[in-house]
């Protein structure tokens, strides 16, 4: 196995559009609390300014994590960076690598019954996402026979 079978995994189309609009959110939202009118009393309504820009660095950082989602394989196993959990798998405690047609994503069929989603390598991302998915499951398969 080449070292660059090992390189990471990571979506297209969801990490352009995600980092895009965590930038046009929160840019949004900064400019909208900036531009609210005073109230009638004349007072800035400083705690709605500070709400709006919080409410736009919370949908920023949200759509920022859903960009950033990847999968990084080792020879150990895989480390496996959801929108709000990583998870270290080693190659041993897989029993199979899915990408069925309909589902969102990649999925890890473990040993113990549990599941986990590879949401690095999207359905979005179309025949890519598939050629992805069986390189996962070929690294998977020259692993789990050496573990």
């Known amino acids: 196995m080449h070292a660059a079978d090992l390189r990471r995994f990571a979506p297209r189309r969801a990490r352009v559009v995600g980092l895009a609009l965590s930038a046009l959110v929160f840019i949004a939202c900064v400019v909208i609390a900036v ?25 920023g950082w949200t759509c920022y994590r859903q960009a950033t989602v990847a999968a990084t394989p080792t020879a150990q196993g895989v480390v496996v960076r959801n929108w709000i959990i990583t998870r270290r798998v080693a190659w041993s405690e897989i029993e199979s690598v899915q990408m069925v047609e309909g589902e969102a994503w990649a999925r890890l069929h473990l040993r113990d019954g549990d599941e986990v989603a590879v ?19 070929r690294l998977f398969e020259q692993y789990a026979d050496q573990a």
């Open 35 to 59: 531009l609210i009118p005073n109230a009638p009393d004349g007072d800035p309504q400083l705690s709605d300014r500070l709400s709006i820009m919080l409410v736009g660095l919370a949908l």
């Open 119 to 137: 949401m690095a390598i999207q359905r979005a991302d179309g025949d890519a996402a598939f050629a992805e998915a069986r390189r996962l499951r």
